[in-house]
């Protein structure tokens, strides 16, 4: 299959690589990355002009909006344009409605599983859309992914994304809060963790990215809380989370919550640049 691929920073270079890999004909493009082992376009329409599937891997709605502008047009008939970024929904069906007035498919594909599983090609894919896009890009979502789940129209992908972390989010602060309490109470930490993560607290967050260094599986606590997941990215996801919230009219008291406690990390105190976990470390210096 010949491949656009628009966008090669940390997730999309790896992505990219990996469709080379396999066989595949890739012409990328970025406005500022150079990544090694792919094949560079001048600009995004001229990787798209050729290309059986676009893939888009940007930073946000509005730099995905704009990509869109210019290469829908320049697409040839029967391609479609697949986005793993994280977007708001509105964005999302924003483009796949541009896509269906040129005569094309569209796809939201967002992508769970970070920088390792991009590298390992073991992405989870959560994709809104047309059923007959999502048969024709699965082959590739295979190949830089371990699962792709077909959510339904489009904007559901995006849907599934910001739904799933928001409550990793939620989790990961209430993980985090528990564990502080838990020292103040002289428990152990490494007990605490051997109850929990076999009993109705568990989670993600606890049992396979416990936020107490020297506990569990290894994980970014036991690095310093160097990102993994960065905290302004759980950041962004959770602002995804409650626009769409306001805009569909839905009540999420502890999405809200939980944003403002990362905001106010971020924003006002040392969490920018740091794991989204070293939430902990942050309530035992509140708890002092
Ligand atoms: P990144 O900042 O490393 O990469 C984004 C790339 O887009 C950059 O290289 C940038 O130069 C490029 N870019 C910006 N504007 C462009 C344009 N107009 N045309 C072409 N290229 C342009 O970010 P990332 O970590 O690769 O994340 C990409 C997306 O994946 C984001 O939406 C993010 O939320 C999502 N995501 C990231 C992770 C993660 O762990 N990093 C996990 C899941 C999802």
New binding site residues.
Partial sequence: MKIAF???????APMAQNLVRAGHQVAG?????RPEGLTLADS?AAAAADADVVIA????GD?LR??AAEVIPAMKPGAVFCD????DVDSARAVADQARAAGLDALDA??????GGARAGTLTFMVGGPEGAFAAVKPLFDIMGRKAVHCGASGAGQAAKICNNMILGVTMIATCEAFALADKLGLDRQKMFDVVSTSSGSSWSMNNYCPAPGVGPESPADNGYKPG?AAE?ML??LNLAQAAAASAGADTPMGALARQLYRQFVEDEDGRGRDFSAMLPRFVEKNR
């Avoid at 628009?6 to 999309?12: A, V, Y």
């Avoid at 493009?29 to 990355?33: C, E, L, R, S, V």
């Fill in positions: 628009i966008g090669l920073g940390n997730m999309g493009f970025d406005t500022a990355a995004a891997m940007l930073p946000n730099i704009a990509v793993c970024s994280t977007v967002p992508v769970s599983g970070g920088v997941f990215l962004k996801d």
